[in-house]
Antibody
Framework: QVQLQESGPGLVKPSQTLSLTCTVS??????????WSWIRQPAGGGLQWIGH???????NYNPFLKSRVTISSDTSKNQFSLRLSSVTAADTAVYYC???????????????????????WGQGTLVSVSS | QSVLTQPPSVSAAPGQKVTISCSGS????????VSWYQQLPRTAPKLLIY???KRFSGIPDRFSGSKSGSSATLGITGLQTGDEADYYC???????????FGGGTKVTVL
């Protein structure tokens, strides 16, 4: 059974860098079969995708966060990590990691028809940004 | 402001059916496949439907998904009190090159 567990500080000061790690069990992040995503949810709000990683060469970020986000992986520990710099109160949220199925089901001359869905989620970790 | 649009809430009596709409555009739902998630209070989201209409492992057939053009719909039949939750649609947006979600719909069982 695939399980994911987020870990990291629950409190970060404004302007500093938020760092979280997701430890995966029941699957190998180095298999290349899946992407591994970070998603966040502010209190009372909806879901916001932050980005995902398949290999160190295959990483995508939400364009609205791209300038502040880095996602990396440590295959030896079967972990992947999130770094979000220059945080503000608006970054206060529950942060989830998830296993992500993403691929192009087919492509024609004009478009690719993609599927993406998040099969397994961690329990989430609350990160508050406050001085 | 979410890229995909969902109604904030829907409700029905136990045993009845509800449908939740998810509206997008040609760059997201119009081109790519849709998934649906259930989030019970104080828990992580759980995958219900993927590839527009496929139920994930262990999901009862009371839950169904469909897509037409740039909109998608989640249906729940035989509504139960345990179905009270927030429901989110999601897909890939080819213009943004990003995964996007709806704002969520709260289902209330009357």
């Amino acid at each position: 059974q695939v399980q994911l567990q987020e870990s990291g500080p629950g409190l970060v000061k404004p302007s500093q860098t938020l760092s979280l790690t997701c430890t995966v069990s029941g699957d190998s992040i180095s298999s290349g079969s899946y992407y591994w995503s970070w998603i966040r949810q502010p209190a009372g709000g909806g879901l916001q995708w932050i980005g995902h990683i398949q290999t160190s060469e295959s990483v995508n970020y939400n364009p609205f966060l791209k300038s502040r986000v880095t996602i990396s992986s440590d295959t030896s520990k079967n972990q992947f990590s999130l770094r979000l710099s220059s945080v503000t109160a608006a970054d206060t949220a529950v942060y989830y990691c998830a296993r992500d199925s993403f691929w192009s089901k087919y492509c024609n001359t004009t478009s690719c028809y993609n599927t993406e869905y998040f099969q397994y989620w961690g329990q989430g970790t609350l990160v508050s940004v406050s001085s | 402001q979410s890229v995909l649009t969902q109604p904030p809430s829907v409700s029905a009596a136990p045993g009845q059916k509800v449908t939740i709409s998810c509206s997008g555009s040609s760059s997201n739902i119009g081109t790519n496949y849709v998934s649906w998630y259930q989030q019970l209070p104080r828990t992580a989201p759980k995958l219900l439907i993927y590839d527009n209409d496929k139920r994930f492992s262990g999901i009862p057939d009371r839950f169904s998904g469909s897509k037409s053009g740039s909109s998608a719909t989640l249906g729940i039949t035989g509504l139960q009190t345990g179905d009270e939750a927030d429901y989110y649609c999601g897909t890939w947006d080819s213009s943004l090159s990003a995964a996007v979600f709806g704002g969520g719909t709260k289902v209330t069982v009357l």
